[in-house]
């Protein structure tokens, strides 16, 4: 294989920047949100249309080179890069386009939460997305998309349209519910597996302002807040939805001196529904014990997406570890408070991001993505500036998950997975994992699109 060989082959036919290691923007331009990834590619191809993807396609694929998909560069494991082969970078191709009659918004493959937030809000609607403006939309579609309005419009993948995708092949193809059924069931919930996809069309719902902002308590309150919040999400209204969080609150004037600093127990609300409403919906579980803080109000719903964009800009070293859970039983309260105690620095977190409501309307094998049946999508995180501690964030991500995995429905989220092996990717794919190693087959029989979850063709 000879990267030069593929560089001087795709240089006349492609219209964007062509970066190697001998260029000044290349140490930029291989920058990934997760600063523990530090992977240096043999070039990469910063696209700025379908045309120059499918020219990357063909000339990585010519020369038998490693390629990686990189949306927005925001994937846990580093997966939009690698090393020696070419970058296929779509963060050039951030067009997106409402229409308001229809109540659809097409947004290119290099496009972040925020670039459609922005767009659709004029509108008065939103699309469900995650819970950073700055995630990649395409990386947060392809393994299925939870975040703030996944109980009241369900997954990102149960309000995508249609694809437009370019092949192992270097072919372009739309596929939707009449055109390639098969490609299109695999990729709402396959990860980057099936193809390079250069726009999605989305459905879009009336969301302008939410109810929004969190609460939290003392950390030794965490047992009475756990049970009180996992009944309280089980019957809740669709149109109101509130994460549970271990954090350290930050020092920043959002919040009351006196609280800056300390380890707490919370919930970031969003609810849809009307202000009056939202708030005689959430007002029990917000007065459960005695709140340290109850900052809740209505806001624009890019406000709440961008709330903690500043708190995790690029560049900060990332650990993950996930899984789905059905239950937040008694007996998983005692880790998750030990772990709490125990969180390493002030960026470390733990997330239950609840995924009942609208997401369970579909079932398990409707789409690719299997834990349809799951009630959170648990994700820890070991987060700091500082790559010194780069072992202590990764130990307690490790012991924590470790601790809480057998309270776990086995399977985690394939967006908030590091590289854990192939048992793991199986698993998390479920009973949905042998047909999509069929349509892998079909559409990619050699894993061209292998630098992600990968699910191996058929046979």
């Known amino acids: 294989m000879s990267i030069l060989k593929a560089v001087e082959a795709l240089r006349p036919q492609f219209h964007g920047q062509i970066l190697t290691p001998s260029d000044s ?34 000339a990585a694929r010519e020369q038998n080179l490693l390629a990686a998909i990189r949306g927005g560069g925001h994937n846990a494991g580093g997966l939009g890069i690698c090393d020696d082969g070419l970058v296929i970078d779509l963060s050039l191709m951030r067009g997106v386009r409402v229409d308001p009659a229809a109540r659809t918004v097409r947004a290119e493959g290099g496009c972040t939460g925020n ?5 659709t809000h004029a509108f008065g609607m939103a699309t469900p997305t995650g819970t950073i403006s700055t995630t990649g939309i395409a990386g947060l579609t392809l393994g299925g998309g939870i975040g703030h309005l996944s109980r009241a419009y369900g997954l990102t993948i149960d309000n995508l349209l249609s694809v437009d995708v ?25 990860g980057g597996n099936f193809g390079v996809v250069t726009s999605f069309l989305f459905g879009l719902h009336p969301v302008k302002i939410v109810n929004a902002g969190p609460t939290f308590w003392p950390l030794d309150q965490t047992p009475q807040v756990i049970k009180a919040y996992r009944e309280f999400i089980a019957q809740a209204p669709e149109d109101v939805s509130g994460f549970f969080a271990f954090l350290t609150v930050p020092p920043v004037p959002l919040f009351p001196a006196s609280l800056h600093n300390q380890k707490m127990c919370g919930i970031i609300w969003c609810s849809t529904a009307a202000p009056e409403k939202a708030d005689k919906t ?31 800009p690029p560049g900060l070293q990332w650990y993950w570890r996930a899984d789905f859970f059905k239950e937040m039983s008694d007996a998983s309260i005692a880790p998750h408070l030990k772990y709490a105690e125990r969180l390493p620095t002030g960026h470390s977190t733990m997330h239950m991001y609840p995924m009942n409501g609208a997401v369970h309307r579909v079932g398990n094998a409707d789409t690719a993505f299997a834990y349809r049946d799951a009630v959170w999508a648990g994700v820890i995180v070991g987060v700091d500036p500082d790559p010194k501690n780069k072992e202590k964030i990764t ?20 967006n908030f997975m590091m590289e854990e092996g192939q048992e793991r990717v199986r698993t998390s794919f479920r009973g949905n994992y042998d047909r999509l190693a069929a349509i892998k087959k079909k559409y990619d029989p050699a894993n061209f699109f292998r630098v992600n979850q990968n699910i191996k063709p058929a046979g």
């Open 25 to 58: 923007g290349y140490e930029a331009a291989r920058k990934v949100y997760n600063a523990m990834i530090d992977k240096r590619p043999g070039a990469i191809a910063r696209c700025l249309n379908a045309a120059d993807v499918m020219a990357a396609v063909r």
């Open 395 to 414: 130990t307690w991500t490790k012991e924590y998950f470790d601790a809480l995995h057998p309270h776990s429905s086995g399977g985690a989220y394939v």
């Open 282 to 312: 959430t007002k029990a579980m917000r007065n459960v014990g005695k709140p340290a803080l109850d900052h809740v109000g209505p806001m624009p719903f890019p406000a709440l997406q961008s709330l903690f964009d500043g708190l995790y």
């Open 115 to 119: 670039d459609v937030d922005h767009a």
């Open 166 to 190: 370019v092949l192992a092949d270097g072919s372009f193809v739309t596929a939707d519910a009449e055109e390639h059924p098969d490609l299109f069931w695999a990729m709402r919930g396959g």
